[in-house]
């Protein structure tokens, strides 16, 4: 019996059912199903194909099988683990999500890759998330010890990834539009895979081939405004890009387009479809959220029990559907356990929902690693807190010490996946009977 005919739907039939949406999600936005129909006319000349991503590889993979008859080549650079067979595209793998030697090699590679290119050379730019830390070139003055430093440091302070993003682009001789400079007058086509609230380009993997607004004046306020402690060779580096913008009157010459392949929401869209396929309502609540994951937690369990009790603002059974990236922010003098920021949400709903029967919850960030841990997140169920305090586990002591992936190891409860190859944030999927 199908758990859409019955009218109570037990523990097991709900986890299948949160898991097949997620994996639905995951499905939508594959780069094999969603970049040969955004191609553009096949190039005269050459055609270079360069990336950097979590998706890059599969991207590339994608490119080769929709342009067998095009000679492509180039280089994509993409996390551990996450590489695929191609035949003429050569793929690196480097360390997410604080840059290594690798991805210093990486840069260097790619921009050799798109030099002393014509007008009718075409580059095809392939980029999702974690380009940042995967494709590094500091500027000068600046070592890869001290970039990695920025790195952490802006992974603890509790920045979003918009302006994690825009520090990043500013010590870098590669991001921020300086890709599309070097291969110049070569013809860019972008084509990106968003995993930032807002869908920006210019954020996404700190946008290598799109120059962007946000100003080096500005970088330095966010390192202000989150007390971040940078390097005095980083600061320097900053101080001048800030001084040099003041001065520069002549635009850039850039020569391309730019192709937004795949969204939170375009996942988000498709799971809400699959319920409601299955004879179950959705509401989209956003696919822009931000602030503390264990924060989200608390409103979003609040807009559940909301469903639950009064039917408000839509009555079950029903899917509450929201993408985007919040933040975990380790303060001085906290412990930093094992846990991500979609672990971390979990936990915090459970604990304001208290046991309130009905209710269960999936979070997961769509390239399958929450954080830097092996789970892409979690399920919680009505009987989350109670499993934990038999294993004589305290939620609240766990979430004090940011160890949600402990939490959830214990009670079972971890959603394994292993890599996706695509990266468009985090799904959230709550379901109320």
């Not at 997410?96 to 590679?109: C, F, G, K, L």
């Not at 989200?296 to 639950?308: F, I, N, T």
């Not at 906290?334 to 991500?340: D, F, V």
């Amino acid at each position: 019996m199908s758990p859409q005919s019955q009218v109570y739907w037990s523990d097991q039939q709900v986890r299948q059912f949160l898991r097949s949406l997620f994996e639905e999600a995951v499905a939508s936005v594959q780069p094999s199903l969603v970049l040969a129909g955004m191609l553009p006319e096949k190039p005269k000349g050459r055609c270079v194909v360069v990336g950097a991503g979590k998706a890059s590889a599969a991207m590339a993979a994608a490119l080769e099988n929709a342009w067998p008859d095009v000679p492509l080549e180039g280089v994509v650079v993409t996390r551990d683990g996450h590489a695929v067979p191609t035949r003429h595209i050569t793929i690196l793998e480097a360390s997410h999500p604080v840059p290594d030697a690798r991805s210093e090699s990486a840069a260097q590679a790619i921009l050799k890759a798109v030099s002393g290119l014509g007008p009718e050379d075409m580059v095809i730019a392939l980029i999702s998330g974690g380009g940042s830390s995967l494709l590094v070139s500091p500027v000068q003055g600046v070592t890869l010890e001290e970039k990695q430093s920025v790195n952490k440091a802006l992974l603890r302070s509790g920045a979003t990834i918009s302006e994690m993003n825009a520090v990043r682009r500013h010590l870098s001789a590669i991001k921020g539009g300086k890709l599309a400079q070097a291969a110049y007058p070569a013809r860019v086509e972008t084509f990106v895979m968003s995993d930032v609230p807002g869908d920006d380009p210019g954020v996404i993997a700190s946008g290598p081939t799109i120059f962007s607004s946000a100003t080096a004046a500005e970088a330095l306020h966010i390192i202000e405004r989150y007390g971040i402690e940078l390097p005095d060779s980083a600061r320097v580096a900053l101080f001048k890009e800030a001084e040099t913008e003041k001065k520069r009157t002549q635009a850039r010459q850039v020569n391309g387009a730019v192709h937004m392949i795949a969204t939170p929401l375009q996942a988000l869209k498709a799971v809400a479809e699959k319920a409601e396929k299955a004879g179950v309502a959705s509401l989209i609540l956003g696919d822009a959220i931000e602030g503390e994951s264990a924060a989200a937690g608390v409103v979003l369990a609040g807009v559940a029990r909301s469903v639950r009790q009064h039917g408000l603002p839509v009555a079950g059974p029903v899917v509450l559907l929201s993408g985007g990236e919040t933040t975990v922010t380790i303060r001085k003098g906290e412990a930093a356990g094992r846990g991500g920021r979609n672990t971390e949400f979990l936990l915090a709903a459970a604990q304001a929902l208290a046991g309130e029967a009905g209710i269960w919850a999936l979070a997961g960030d769509s390239d399958g690693i929450d954080g830097t841990e092996d789970a892409a997140g979690a399920i919680i169920t009505p009987d989350t807190l109670m499993r934990g305090q038999q294993a004589g586990l305290s939620a609240s002591d766990f979430l004090k010490g940011h160890d949600s992936y402990s939490y959830f190891s214990a009670t079972d409860d971890l959603v394994i996946t292993g890599p996706t190859m695509v990266n468009v944030n985090d799904i959230r999927i709550i379901f109320i009977q």
